[in-house]
C-alpha cells in the first residue's frame, strides 16, 4: 500500500505538515536565507520573519511576542522551563511537584534536578487519568518553588484541570509550569488571564515541521538558559534561528487559531462516533480515561481479556493500512512495556500493556472512521475466536 493511501490515526505522536505552512516556509529554504542576527537586508527580512512567527504564537496563547522563547522542540522548552527556574533560583532547599503522568521530557529533567539536589513529589492521578488540584495542594511545601502539570496527556487524551492546579500552586506560593504540547491547537489558551506562568508547546503536533518548539515565559519569571551561546532569544536560547522552521511553527499557529473552533467540533464528532460504536459493538472494549475530559480527537481503547494482544491489533491495522498506537510507550525503544502513565492511574501491568490510542486530526474523515471502525471490529473478533493466533 502506498503511504499516500495510508489512514493516519496517529496524531499524538506527530502530524503531517500542512501545504500552507510548506509554502509560509518555502522562501525561508531559498532566496531568504539571512541570520536573523545580521544587520543587512538579508538579515533583517529573516529577522522580521522570526519576529512575525513569535507574534502568530504569542496570538495563539494569548501572551505578549516578548514573552516567546523559541526553542528546538517541546523536550527543550520543557528542559528549560525546569532546569531554567532551578538554575535562577538555586537548587537547595528547593522543592518542584509533578504529576506521575507527565512525558519523559519532564520527569527525566526532574530526575536529572533530583541529582543535583532539588527535592521532587510526584502526584497520581485518579483513575480516570485525573491529576486533582486537591491531590496537588496537599504535596506542597514551604519550599515548593514550581508546580509542573501537562495541560492534556498524550496516551489518555485527558485534560487536566491545569487552572485549578496553578491556583493551588500560587496560593502555595508556587510558580506554575503546564506541558501543553499535546494541548495547544485543541483547547483555548488567554494567558494574559489565566494563571499560567510557563507553558511548551511543540510545532509538529500542529501541522508545522518538526524539530521547532517554543516556551511561553511570564514577565518576572526568574529563568537560567541552559543553552549557552552567541546569546541569541533575549539570552535564553543561544544558536542561530531555525528560520524556515519558525516561519512554519508561526503558520501553523496562525491556521490553529484561525480554525480551532470549527476543527475540535468535527474531530469531536468522530471521536464520539468511535467511543459509541465500540462501546455497542466491539465486545469488551473500554475506554481508557475520563469520558468527557478528554482532548478532541483522542481515543484511549482497551479490549477486556486481549491486552496481551495489543501488538496484534496494532499490526493487524497496519496491515489494513491504518496507523494507530500502543497507548504503552512513548517511544519505540520501549513498546510492549507497560504504559506507565496507566500503571499510575491504577492498571495492572498486563492491563497497562493494552491499550490502543487512536488521534485524529486535520484531514481525517467520516469515510475513514468508518472503514477504521469496520477493520477494527473484525480483527478483535478474529482474536476473540482465536483466528488471528498465527500472527503472535
Ligand atoms: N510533551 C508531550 C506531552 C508530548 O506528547 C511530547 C511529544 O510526544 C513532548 C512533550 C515532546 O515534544 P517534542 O517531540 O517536540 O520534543
Not at 181 to 200: E, H, T
Request: proline share 5%; with cysteine; net charge negative.
Amino acid at each position: 500500500m502506498e503511504l499516500k493511501d495510508y489512514i493516519y490515526f496517529d496524531h499524538s505522536a506527530t502530524t503531517p505538515l500542512d501545504p500552507r505552512v510548506r509554502e509560509a516556509m518555502a522562501p525561508f529554504l531559498d532566496q531568504h536565507f539571512g541570520n536573523p542576527s545580521s544587520l543587512h537586508t538579508p538579515g533583517r527580512v529573516a529577522r522580521e520573519a522570526v519576529e512575525c512567527a513569535r507574534g502568530q504564537v504569542a496570538h495563539l496563547l494569548g501572551a505578549q511576542p516578548n514573552e516567546i522563547v523559541f526553542t528546538a522542540s517541546g523536550t527543550e522548552a520543557n528542559n528549560l522551563a525546569l532546569t531554567g527556574v532551578a538554575e535562577a533560583i538555586g537548587f537547595h532547599d528547593c522543592h518542584f511537584v509533578v504529576s506521575a503522568i507527565e512525558h519523559p521530557a519532564v520527569l527525566e529533567t526532574c530526575r536529572y534536578l533530583q541529582d543535583r539536589g532539588i527535592e521532587i513529589t510526584t502526584v497520581l492521578p485518579d483513575a480516570d487519568g485525573v491529576v486533582a488540584a486537591e491531590a496537588v495542594a496537599s504535596a506542597l511545601r514551604a519550599e515548593t518553588r514550581l508546580v509542573s502539570v501537562m495541560a492534556a496527556n498524550n496516551v489518555t487524551g485527558v485534560v487536566q484541570p491545569i487552572e485549578a492546579i496553578a491556583d493551588a500552586a500560587h496560593n502555595g506560593g508556587a510558580w506554575f509550569h503546564t506541558d501543553a504540547v499535546q494541548a495547544v491547537g485543541k483547547r483555548s489558551f488567554n494567558l494574559a488571564q489565566q494563571p499560567i506562568d510557563l507553558l511548551s508547546l511543540s510545532s509538529h503536533k500542529i501541522h508545522g515541521p518538526k524539530g521547532v518548539g517554543a516556551l511561553y515565559i511570564r514577565q518576572g519569571i526568574p529563568l537560567q538558559p541552559v543553552i549557552h551561546g552567541g546569546g541569541q532569544e533575549r539570552g535564553l536560547r543561544s544558536g542561530t534561528e531555525n528560520v524556515a522552521s519558525l516561519v512554519g511553527l508561526g503558520r501553523a499557529a496562525e491556521l490553529a487559531a484561525l480554525e480551532m473552533p470549527e476543527e475540535t467540533t468535527r474531530l469531536r464528532g468522530l471521536r464520539d462516533r468511535i467511543i459509541q460504536f465500540t462501546r455497542e459493538r466491539v465486545p469488551g472494549a473500554y475506554l481508557v480515561g475520563h469520558a468527557t475530559q478528554r482532548l478532541p480527537g483522542h481515543v484511549c481503547l482497551g479490549f477486556a481479556g486481549l491486552e496481551p494482544k495489543a501488538i496484534q491489533v496494532l499490526l493487524a491495522l497496519d496491515e489494513a493500512g491504518i496507523a494507530a498506537s500502543s497507548g504503552s510507550a512513548c517511544s519505540s525503544n520501549h513498546a510492549g512495556e507497560p504504559s506507565s502513565v496507566l500503571r499510575a492511574m491504577g492498571f495492572d501491568p498486563i492491563r497497562a500493556r493494552g491499550s490502543l490510542r487512536i488521534t485524529l486530526g486535520r484531514g481525517n474523515t467520516e469515510a475513514e472512521v468508518e472503514r477504521f471502525l469496520d477493520v477494527l471490529a473484525s480483527i478483535v473478533s478474529d482474536l476473540r475466536k482465536g483466528s488471528m493466533d498465527s500472527r503472535s
